[in-house]
């Protein structure tokens, strides 16, 4: 009997959980399984604000892939996904290409920028290890070059941040402890410093408690953030935005703009002609796409519906593991041909939003918590995603343990 | 009577050593003494390389003024000078004017770019502090940007340095040592990035040893720079250089073009009407500018002839050095109108260039030395200028220990 072929596309939190546990559930003798991912590495998604704004070095957001997988059950490929060809089970790659029997895919988030107008060329996103290298940096040359010209220009030390939804608000919470550290590097005073927050939504952090939205934001604000609520970024220049509110339009000089106000679905989906929205693919229940039965999609590019609220699920790391345990259960299933396909059920066990290395707000199992509570459990909720995928050995290696 | 104005302009080697000399040598009731300097710090000018290739931190690279001088003697200002009267012993700084009996100036070096097109406009040089800082992460920026780009642009990495002379041949010393940490850091491939010295005149370091010469270009060709010798750079622009070897003219794209292949003396000598050459006064025996009694020159703005050569002494920390503690005693001589203004004999002990922290080719006490003798001679130099500014507590703070 011939052995199938079980290709995972991405190494994110959904791909590599699948990859992980299905090593551990299959005989090297039950299946063939390939894992394919851009980079060699596996990195955080959800601490790459950190390492963007230069408060947590990159290589401790990033792990290489061959320390998680049985490189005895798992062949890894580093190469860049192109297109699926599900009519005939086959995946293009950049160098090469790959049949399979079952596909998992698992390609990640995108950064959407809703057309708006010089996005893509002026602003950045917060999108991987390349990208937050670069905003550090970004971000650092700005404040070396201020001093440096005959002419100030106070604008290179402002810094836009698109959005104040989770990401933004996170980001904005490691950039207000890393600028004071810039401002003595450089010799610049900090009263020069402008952080500007855009966010088009009536309230930042939209769908969160109002009482820790309060806290948030009046957290941020203590610390030099300025806010601008109901206001929408209408075009981005080299030079920085222009924002609208109501009829009244506006610029904003900044030589920093990042934007942290969109994802969607990877453009593969796009490409490959599933049935999709913004990238994403309404699964069914086993996390399948629809009209092809051995194609599982998990983690951002799938979309599944709360049937308690009738929105879709937000694209977490949360949900992209759990997927990723019940994808590799599934996948066991049917490669032994034996037992039941489980549906996907989603055990939120809550939401952290840091505000920094010793600040955050949440609502952990129902309660709600803000200040170093708060803090503490979002480390754990980070070394909980390592422990999951790596065990304590990678806890060891890349937890956060500054926690007093 | 009436206590004289000493004003001192510049706080490098040469206006740093007359001030703690003269502060030594004076009483509080003899003189005023007024030291004025753009910034609040003194800075290693032969340190700067270092720092612009991100190998020393530029804050090992600059101490506090007001940690060497004595401020119940010495007022100081932190003020740029714009123009000096001579005639009218005034001196016209941006916030404010001094008047003086005496005057030391010691303004330092700027980059001269010999009309060279787009030198100014797209080169850095290796200035002062600011500079260094936007080398250093300009440099940074761009293996940074390297990997986020589809289309990758290889002349990112690629970093020029005009000019093989002493500077130029100190900064590539560092670069080869910082190009693997940074290859590291941004994940770039070491084999893609280069490193291209561009040296009109037909050798580099000329003046020094052909036989060291042939040792330093072989450690840095070794460890990867590429040496256009007997080309000169023609034009600079956005993308790179144009460079001329006889009648070819080739084109070098360049993430990167540092300028270390020129220095003159301060603008403001040219501003204030002294006869002059590129910046730099032809001093008399005492260090004084022709016509004026009451004006000493110190460093890299005055110019002496070596008899025994017929050129000019380079501009070096060494000479101006010396130059200032003769002025000081000479000042002393003229304050208290006793005593007699003695020449200035330039005692040189020799020169020292680095080859990266770990090697060194040089010249000391007639001596010729390569390698770790002569790189452990080179701290020793560097810590020697820390001594006599700033006696052994300074050593400590600043000093070079890395030497085994």
Redesign the interface.
Known sequence: MKKPNVVILGAGYGGLMTTVRLQKLVGVNEANITLVNKYDYHYETTWLHEASAGTLHHDRVRYPITDVIDRNKVQFVQDTVVKIIPQEQRVLLEKGELSYDYLVVALGFESETFGIKGLKEYAFSIANI??A??I???I??QF??Y??EIEKREERLTIVVGGAGFTGIEFLGELVNRVPELCR??DIDPKKVRIICVEAAPTALPGFDPELVEYAVGVLERKGVEFRIGTAIKECTPEGIIVAKGDETEEIKAGTVVWAAGVRGSYVIDESGFEEMRGRVKVDPFLRAPGYDNVFIVGDCSLMINEETNRPYPPTAQIAMQQGELCAKNLAVLIRQQGELQPFKPDIKGTVCSLGHDDAIGVVFGKKMWGSKASFMKKMVDNRALYLIGGPSLVVKKGKFNIF
């Open positions: 390349n990208a290298r670069q550090r940096e970004h650092e040359y070396a070059t001093n440096t590097e450089y």
